[in-house]
């Protein structure tokens, strides 16, 4: 679905990824962690086509990203950036429906299949009672699940979300996840995002792309990756792991004195 060729990321004199040889399988759903600063975000713009590698490249579908005509490529991927900034007042129903607008072609105006799917991406968020809101009054977990609404009525292959669970509550985190996890199982959907909740991230994701911040990375299932001597090096605190039942929880320990 994805992949990277030789993929060096710089920020300033800084180079956060170096030699990224990486390769994202249909239906695959894969967590990038790493420490504040690593180059999460800044990898993700990458792979969304929103800023150009100082090296390598981006595949998707085995075709170069910049080869992609624009239209098409909002047809492939969506993008769900870390924060965003409501300038004006449109309703929910209207951010939601401007996900839809690579499939107008030359129409104008939304159609009635543009309508059903903005609305059952609403409802998949349970934020349809917000419809006809102003974005601009929604609390914070509202307007990232109208947001998370919008990325999945524009209803594309690959979806690369950043920190998707940001200013949600509990239940709605895990809720979301279960979602992005069943999307990738049943719809074979292929999900690259950004988190801090191991014991999340764990749960729903089939991969994990592990950042050091300093060039080093390294990529593979969760069984193989996400093991607590290798966490602890790459997030550079100790972690160890408590079995409960089927599930995995991370716990960071204290640092002795």
């Known amino acids: 679905m994805i992949a990277t060729e030789q993929l060096r990321l710089d920020i300033g004199r800084r180079t956060l990824v170096e030699a990224l040889d990486w390769r ?24 969304a086509g929103l800023r150009q590698p100082e090296y390598g490249r981006v595949l998707i579908g085995q075709r170069p990203l910049a080869e992609w005509p624009l239209a098409d490529l909002a047809r492939k991927r969506a993008f769900l950036a870390q924060s965003r900034n409501d300038a004006f007042a449109y309703s929910v129903i209207e951010t939601v429906l401007s996900a839809r607008h690579p499939y107008h072609a030359n129409r104008y105006w939304e159609d009635t299949d ?30 990232q699940r109208v947001a998370i609404a919008a990325l999945l009525a524009q209803d594309t292959p690959l979806l690369l979300l950043d920190e998707p669970a940001n200013a949600l509550d509990l239940a709605h985190q895990v809720s979301v996840m279960a979602l992005l996890a069943k ?19 764990h749960s729903v994701s089939t991969h994990a792309l592990l950042l050091m911040g300093d060039g080093r990375w390294l990529a593979g299932p969760v069984s193989e990756v996400m093991q607590p001597a290798v966490l602890s090096e790459y997030l550079q605190h100790p972690i160890d792991v408590v079995r409960h039942g089927s599930r995995t929880i991370f716990i960071p320990m204290e640092r002795s004195a």
């Open 24 to 47: 994202v399988g249909d239906g695959e759903c894969w967590s990038v962690i790493g420490r504040n600063g690593a180059g999460k975000s800044t990898l993700l713009r990458t792979l």
């Open 114 to 143: 543009d309508h059903h799917a903005a609305l059952k991406a609403l409802e998949a968020m349970e934020v349809a009672d917000l419809a006809e809101r102003d974005v601009r009054t929604l609390s914070g977990g509202e307007r």
């Open 183 to 201: 999307l990738c199982r049943e719809q074979k959907k292929t999900v690259v995002m950004v988190g801090h909740d191991l014991t999340l991230a």
